[in-house]
C-alpha cells in the first residue's frame, strides 16, 4: 500500500499562470477528493469523483477550476489564470466504495503547497 | 448551513499532563462526526468516527466522545510525539458523497 500520491509537493507560480496538480489514489479506491487548505483552517472541500464521474463541485469553486479523473484513476486539479489567493495547500484523498452507514474514512496525500507571486 | 468549531485554537502542555479538545457542530443530520490528526506538511490522517450521541472511542492515549452537539477528544498523559493539529469534521445527511466539513483545528504542543 504506497498510499495517496501527489505531485509536485511545492509550486511557484506567477500570477496569471496556468498550473496542473496530480493525485494518484491508493488502487482500488473509486472515490476522490481534492480539498484545500490555508494556513491556520482546516481543509476545505473542493470537488468528488466517483470513479470516473465528478459527483460534486463545491458552490465556492471558481470556474478558473476544473478537475478531471479520465479513466477513474489518477486525477488533476488545473487552475487557470491564477491569483494569489489562489495561494494554499491542495490536498487529494480517496476513500473505498461501502455499503450504507459504512465508516467513510479519507485517505489523504501530502498534498501540493501552491505560492502564487 | 453546516459548521464545525474547534476550541481552543492552541493547546501546551507539559508532558503528562492531561486535557481536553472541544469541538462544537451544527449540522442538519449528523452522518458522522470525524478525528484526524494532522502533522506539519503532511495531509491529515484518521484517528476516530463516531456515529451517534453517547458513542465513545479510544486509541492508545486518545479518547473521543460524541454529544449532540459537541465532541471532546480526550488526551491522557500526552508525550511529545502527541505533538500535532487535530481536526474535527462532521459527514451531514445523506452523507453517500464522503464530503466532510472540517473545523479550522486545535494545535496542541506537548513539552517534554
Known amino acids: 500500500d504506497t498510499g495517496v500520491s501527489q505531485d509536485p509537493r511545492h509550486k511557484i507560480t506567477k500570477r496569471g499562470q496556468n498550473v496542473t496538480f496530480r493525485c494518484d489514489p491508493i488502487?482500488?479506491?473509486?472515490?476522490l477528493y481534492w480539498y484545500r487548505q490555508t494556513l491556520g483552517q482546516g481543509p476545505e472541500f473542493l470537488t468528488y469523483?466517483?470513479?470516473?464521474?465528478?459527483?460534486?463541485k463545491s458552490r465556492l469553486l471558481s470556474d478558473r477550476f476544473s478537475a478531471e479523473r479520465p479513466k477513474g484513476s489518477f486525477s488533476t486539479l488545473e487552475i487557470q489564470r491564477t491569483e494569489q489567493g489562489d495561494s494554499a495547500m491542495y490536498l487529494c484523498?480517496?476513500?473505498?466504495?461501502?455499503?450504507?452507514?459504512?465508516?467513510?474514512?479519507?485517505?489523504f496525500g501530502s498534498g501540493t503547497q501552491l505560492s502564487v507571486l | 448551513e453546516d459548521q464545525v468549531t474547534q476550541s481552543p485554537e492552541a493547546l501546551r502542555l507539559q508532558e503528562g499532563e492531561s486535557s481536553s479538545l472541544n469541538c462544537s457542530y451544527t449540522?442538519?443530520?449528523?452522518?458522522?462526526l470525524f478525528w484526524y490528526r494532522q502533522d506539519p506538511g503532511k495531509g491529515p490522517e484518521f484517528l476516530f468516527t463516531?456515529?451517534?450521541a453517547g458513542e465513545e472511542k479510544e486509541k492508545e492515549r486518545l479518547k473521543a466522545t460524541l454529544t449532540k452537539k459537541e465532541s471532546f477528544l480526550h488526551i491522557t498523559a500526552p508525550k511529545p510525539e502527541d505533538s500535532a493539529t487535530y481536526l474535527c469534521?462532521?459527514?451531514?445527511?445523506?452523507?453517500?458523497?464522503?464530503?466532510?466539513?472540517f473545523g479550522q483545528g486545535t494545535t496542541l504542543q506537548v513539552k517534554p
Open positions: 469523483f466517483q470513479n470516473e464521474a465528478q459527483l460534486e
Open positions: 484523498a480517496s476513500s473505498p466504495r461501502q455499503g450504507a452507514g459504512a465508516n467513510e474514512k479519507l485517505f
Open positions: 463516531l456515529y451517534s
Open positions: 449540522v442538519s443530520g449528523l452522518r458522522g
Open positions: 469534521a462532521v459527514q451531514g445527511l445523506p452523507g453517500n458523497t464522503g464530503k466532510l466539513i
Open positions: 488502487s482500488e479506491h473509486n472515490r
